[in-house]
């Protein structure tokens, strides 16, 4: 089983940048496909990056294409979420997970605290 912690959050102005990191603990992480997911108010939780166990093939959500990268460390054991040209849709609570590569589904029920992210016009 692993455990997750996200960080790196906070309040951003139209067209900034923030970087989220997934610290990961327990085994197996290097050979988990991990994504991140956000929920904003009011709205169900989304997929919006995915990245293979080594890290050579990546998903995005077609909101963030060409504006959020997502990378691994496995030694570290860390997923990093790189966002630029953040806008206010990108205002939400951020997550990471496990995810079956095939569905793009997580594939634990339990969610950590996430990170908030808060993008300010």
């Known amino acids: 089983q692993v455990q997750l912690v996200e960080s790196g959050g906070g309040l951003v102005q139209a067209g900034g940048s923030l970087t989220l990191s997934c610290a990961a603990s327990?085994?197996?992480?290097?050979?988990?496909?991990m994504g991140w997911f956000r929920q904003a108010p009011g709205k169900q939780r989304e997929l919006v990056a995915a990245?293979?166990?080594?890290?050579?093939?990546?998903k995005y959500a077609d909101s963030v294409k060409g504006r959020f990268t997502i990378s691994r460390d496995n030694v570290e054991n860390t997923v990093y979420l790189q966002m630029n040209s953040l806008n206010s849709e990108d205002t939400a609570v951020y997550y990471c997970?496990?995810?079956?590569?095939?569905?793009?589904?997580?594939?634990?029920?339990?969610w950590g605290q996430g990170t908030q992210v808060t993008v300010s016009s």
């Open positions: 990245i293979s166990s080594g890290g050579g093939t990546v």
């Open positions: 327990g085994r197996m992480f290097s050979i988990r496909a």
């Open positions: 997970n496990v995810v079956t590569w095939a569905t793009m589904q997580p594939q634990y029920d339990y």
